[in-house]
């Protein structure tokens, strides 16, 4: 066989050639996702502006904010306030957490819709208005032709889009340039793993793994716990640890009403 040979000219020079056993760059701006191990996975390193990126769940719900909530903090600051659009949110979003996150309450406008067609709608109105920094999208019915539609006209306005799947379409065609699957970490339910399965450059050997919770709400759990446990042990003076993210806080728990505010209030400061 011939070998095929190709002009010159195919070839513009002063263009790097991107091959397909390295991790590409990114063609578009991007914004950092605020996880440092996720970001060295991605071209350009973070998340891709005017493109879609497809997050494959088993619960529409799992793990979205914990994943997106920098990046969506850093949008609407950048946009000097301009909404995030949530289009078909299966619950609604617990305000004090986005707050604490950097995402003001004020910065998120959810629009509430069974219907598919309904949803695709509103998807696309929000990508083609210039007010919007970003719009999460939660459509698990929909077709390849009408995510490659909304693929457009985010790249048309620059948007962030992100849409949410069921993991039972993973090896279904997509336009996403970016396609990952979120599912929890196997034996350890405080970490979430993230599979590449889409992206400019070879395939991610091991999944990302990230914690399943921010700093903030890991603390306030492990404030919940103390609270539980001061209640089990009912003695006065004793000496409890709370173990928070990167230290420990030692508290001396006295047995007096209402003390279990101040010991919230110190987890979280922790």
Do not use: Y
């Not at 000097?80 to 707050?99: S, T």
């Not at 336009?175 to 405080?190: E, F, I, K, Q, T």
């Not at 450059?201 to 919940?224: H, T």
């Amino acid at each position: 066989m011939t070998p095929l040979s190709l002009p010159a000219s195919c070839f513009p020079t002063g263009q790097p050639i991107w091959r397909g056993d390295e991790l590409g760059a990114a063609d578009s701006a991007v914004v950092p996702t605020g996880h440092a191990a996720l970001d060295a996975q991605l071209p350009g390193g973070g998340w891709p502006v005017g493109a879609l990126t497809e997050l494959l769940q088993a619960s529409p719900q799992d793990h979205v904010w914990q994943l997106l909530l920098p990046a969506l903090a850093q949008a609407v600051q950048q946009g000097r306030g301009a909404p995030v659009v949530l289009v078909g949110a299966p619950f609604e979003p617990f305000a004090p957490a986005l707050a604490a996150g950097g995402l003001p309450p004020e910065a998120i406008l959810w629009i509430r819709s069974e219907a598919p067609a309904a949803r695709l709608w509103a998807s696309e109105q929000a990508l083609r208005c210039a007010e919007v920094s970003a719009v999460l999208a939660w459509l698990p019915r929909a077709r390849v032709g009408e995510l490659r539609r909304l693929q457009l006209a985010a790249a048309q306005h620059e948007s962030l889009l992100f849409v949410m799947r069921p993991e039972s379409v993973a090896l279904s065609a997509s336009p996403a340039r970016l396609r990952l699957r979120v599912a929890a970490c196997d034996g350890d339910p405080s970490r979430i793993e993230l599979h590449l399965l889409k992206r400019r450059g070879p395939p991610l050997a091991a999944p990302v793994a990230l914690p399943a919770r921010g700093e903030r709400m890991a603390a306030l759990l492990a404030a919940a716990r103390l609270r539980r446990r001061l209640r089990a042990q009912q003695q006065g003076g004793a000496v409890v640890e709370v173990a928070a993210p990167g230290n420990v806080v030692r508290i001396d728990a006295w047995k007096k009403a209402g003390s279990t505010h101040a010991l919230d209030r110190l987890a979280v400061a922790s």
